[in-house]
């Protein structure tokens, strides 16, 4: 629904005259930009810490944190990107918490040898959506992403479900760009391997783990 | 080309970003290769399925009730 776009014609975007407006103390402006990308926030939050409690914690912090340094947002990046940094800091925050003394970061390296991708060679089910029910596809979903390493999933988050570009995602996440595409194409590649079992053409045989 | 270059290029390939010449190669390897032609389907179909499930739904009461803390909060600064 809120997809982010540039125009490309040197217009300017919304974002920016309501942040403009906010900074002049505007609140009700902030407030749409809460509304506009609440959900987002939650969302990647919620890859990060993977804790409903702690997402909500950090879509109010992540927010809040916005609208204290709002004066320094330049607007050489969208407004989403840099609130996506904020809130990629923040849930990394919460996750340390959690795991007391354990470092967490989003660019440990998750080396394997390239191109040695095991690969899942059946062919999948024409629509593998009508094989399951929504809260059953749902979980299916979560708990596949789930098993690939945060720094996959939150890239993949990004690029594939928010739409952001290579670009953008590599500025939010504070990654090089050959990084960001490095794993992109990893977790595009493991979430296709490990969907296999659920969707593969025989039904659902094979499934379960 | 080999499926280990097929499969380097896949992103590419399937963000459109590939230039013509490029997109010949690849498509000539995946009439002759079916089980890159499935890892294209199937890895195009993984992006589609996220995008079109919300996994981590947020409430319409829980968002009201964030949304309200944050707005409270803000007032204050
Ligand atoms: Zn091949």
Known sequence: ?209 | MTCTEFLAQLDELIDDEVTVALRADLEQHLRECEHCEITLNTTRKTIEIYRSHEIYELPESVRVRLEKAIMAKCRKC
């Open chain 1, 1 to 209: 629904m809120s997809t982010i776009q540039t125009s490309g014609t040197g217009e300017v975007h919304p974002d920016v005259l309501l942040v403009e407006r906010a900074k002049q103390g505007d609140v009700q402006a902030f407030e749409k930009l809460v509304r506009q990308y609440d959900r987002q926030v939650f969302r990647i939050a919620n890859h990060i810490t993977q804790n409903r409690e702690d997402a909500e914690d950090v879509v109010q912090d992540a927010f809040l944190k916005a609208y204290e340094k709002l004066e320094q947002f330049q607007g050489n990046s969208k407004f989403y990107t840099w609130l996506v940094r904020i809130a990629v800091n923040e849930s990394l925050m919460r996750l340390r918490k959690r795991r007391t003394g354990k470092m967490v970061s989003i660019d440990e390296d998750v080396e394997t040898e390239d191109g040695s991708v095991p690969r899942d060679l059946a062919d999948w089910s024409p629509d593998p959506e009508a094989l399951y029910g929504q809260s059953e596809m749902a979980e299916i979903l979560k708990k596949t992403i789930q098993g690939l390493p945060p720094g996959f999933r939150v890239v993949f988050v990004l690029r594939d479900v928010d739409g952001l570009s290579t670009e953008e995602t590599a500025d939010a996440l504070g990654l090089s760009i050959p990084a960001v595409k490095s794993r992109l194409l990893r977790a595009r590649l493991q979430l296709r391997e490990r969907l296999a079992k659920y969707f593969r053409k025989n039904g659902k045989n094979g499934g379960g783990k």
